[in-house]
């Protein structure tokens, strides 16, 4: 559905790699999840698979297609982006955000009509939002907030979802909110995702593949039972780590022991 073939990335002509020669394939229905150290190269990935930032080699297909040869409206009917952040310059109330998601099934001046607002609401209804539609999205929670960037991109109507750190700054109760709705429109919307992250542990819950990265290299790659193992989480962080399956939910678990020297 969406692959990345052998690319590499640099932010400037001389500088670095920050990507190095990178495959990976999202098939359709996939939830994958993307872990790393920091500067291990998982956002930029995330940025090369959506079309934003193009690669210096190598490419990225949707389908049959280079994703360099799309528009950019046409990427966002079919992949959906949620930022680590999300800043607003104006006011907006939560119903107006997720609005904001059927912008490229729209003309250049062509408003949301009534089709646009029950997608809207249906995205709502979906991340468990209906309740926020008219409340100004500044005064939300930050896990409220991050729902309703979710149902927004929900609204695009694309069959692709990126996630950047969808849980990071949350206490632990809006993480289990978050993760528990992700794999939600998963496996019941049947929503492709990729979610870059530092938590082992949301990962292993949620995710039924991971990618590992160091150095913007893939260190391991496959479904998470066979690449979550205490040797590779000693590669990937330099850390001693038990991992064991939880006697009550049956995931993975990655309890860190020590830090560890090359």
């Known amino acids: ?4 073939e052998d690319v590499s990335f640099r932010y400037a ?8 020669g990178v495959s990976v394939r999202l098939a359709a229905g ?12 998982k956002t930029t990935l995330l940025r090369l698979l959506s079309g934003t930032r193009r690669p210096s080699a190598g490419r990225v297909m949707l389908g049959d297609q ?24 104006f006011e907006y109330s939560a119903i107006e955000i997720v609005l904001m998601g059927r912008h490229p099934h729209l003309g250049v ?6 089709d646009d607002l029950r997608i809207a609401r249906e995205a709502l209804a979906a991340t468990g939002t209906g309740h926020l539609a008219d409340r100004p999205f500044h005064e ?23 996630l950047d750190e969808p849980t990071a700054s949350l206490d632990l109760g809006y993480q289990l909110e978050v993760s528990s709705l992700l794999l939600r429109l998963n496996q019941d919307h ?25 150095d913007g290299k893939v260190l391991a790659s496959g479904p998470t039972d066979t690449v979550l193992t205490p040797e590779n989480v000693r590669r990937l962080y330099d850390v001693e780590a038990d ?8 995931h993975m678990t990655v309890v860190p022991v020590r830090r560890v020297t090359r």
């Open 190 to 214: 049947g929503v492709t995702m990729a979610i870059s992250t530092h938590d082992l542990n949301l990962a292993a819950s949620i995710c039924r593949e991971l990618i590992l990265m160091r």
């Open 140 to 162: 939300l929670s930050g896990g409220e907030k991050q729902r309703i960037v979710i149902a927004a991109a929900l609204a695009q109507s694309a069959a692709l979802l990126l």
């Open 243 to 250: 991992v064991h399956v939880h006697s009550e939910t049956g």
């Open 30 to 41: 996939a939830l994958v999840g993307i872990l790393g150290p920091n500067g291990s190269g």
């Open 1 to 4: 559905m969406l692959s990345a």
């Open 66 to 89: 280079p994703l360099d040869r799309l528009s950019r409206r046409d990427v966002a009917r079919r992949i959906a982006v949620v930022p680590q952040e999300t800043e607003l310059a």
């Open 13 to 20: 002509p001389d500088g670095p790699l920050v990507v190095n």
């Open 109 to 114: 001046f062509t408003v949301e009509g009534p």
